[in-house]
């Protein structure tokens, strides 16, 4: 069985623009979290998405948002991009909320 | 709001030898889960291994094992016969009512030739 994939792998942006970051988890898995890893920061919850739902969410400003797709694709999106959003940005999936969560290989995004 | 501390930043152990990865945690939950995640410098996050707070038994998979100890809020990783491949970041993780993993800030462990 595929694992959880992320695209793009990396992703170079300039500081005011958006991006677009999208995860496909593995099959038959319905739930899927974000991350975001800094050094800094460490590993901080972003939101989590169940059934084309978001469920959860972490302390994260409005201009961090996503979705899910009915076939459980997600995608999250980061408006205005600021320096301090560069980060390596995880996504997981479970096969529904609260059990455990696969890792996919994330995708680094930097912000210049 | 839970919090997960792993007061060791970095840790080495020679090949085949074993090593202990301390982690505690604070939560006023009493039904939860913990776990343990590695990351090596690929930065694929790898599950390592999962214990129930209901459980009282130590969960264990091949090489690893922890020590839970719930009144303690304390749940440590043991590597056994540790091969150079353990290389990795290692993060304890908590995950209780909310359904979100609460990470705890990591410890880099080197596995020695």
């Known amino acids: 069985k595929a694992g959880v994939t992320q695209t793009p792998r990396y992703l170079i942006k300039t500081r005011g623009q958006q991006v677009t970051l999208s995860c496909s988890p593995i099959?038959?898995?319905?739930?899927v979290s974000w991350y975001q890893q800094t050094p800094g920061q460490g590993l901080q919850f972003l939101f989590e998405?169940?059934?084309?739902?978001?469920?959860n969410k972490g302390n994260f400003p409005g201009r961090f948002s996503g979705r899910q797709f009915s076939n459980s694709r997600s995608e999250m999106n980061v408006s205005t991009l600021e320096l301090g959003d560069s980060a390596l940005y995880l996504c997981a999936s479970s096969l529904s909320q609260g059990d455990e969560q696969y890792f996919g290989p994330g995708t680094r995004l930097t912000v210049t | 709001a839970q919090t997960v501390t792993q007061s060791q930043p970095e840790m080495s152990v020679q090949e085949a030898e074993t090593v202990t990865l301390s982690c505690t945690y604070d939560t006023s939950e009493s039904n939860y889960y913990l776990f343990w995640y590695k990351q090596p410098p690929s930065r694929q996050m790898i599950l390592v291994i999962r214990q129930e707070a209901y459980k009282q038994q130590n969960a264990t998979e091949n090489r690893f094992s922890v020590n839970f100890q719930k009144a303690a809020k304390s749940f440590s990783l043991k590597i056994s016969d540790s091969q150079l491949g353990d290389t990795a970041m290692y993060f304890c993780?908590?995950?209780?009512?909310?359904?979100?993993?609460?990470f705890g800030s990591g410890t880099q462990l080197t596995v020695l030739p």
């Open positions: 099959s038959g898995h319905r739930s």
């Open positions: 993780a908590f995950m209780g009512s909310a359904r979100q993993l609460t």
């Open positions: 998405y169940f059934s084309e739902t978001q469920r």
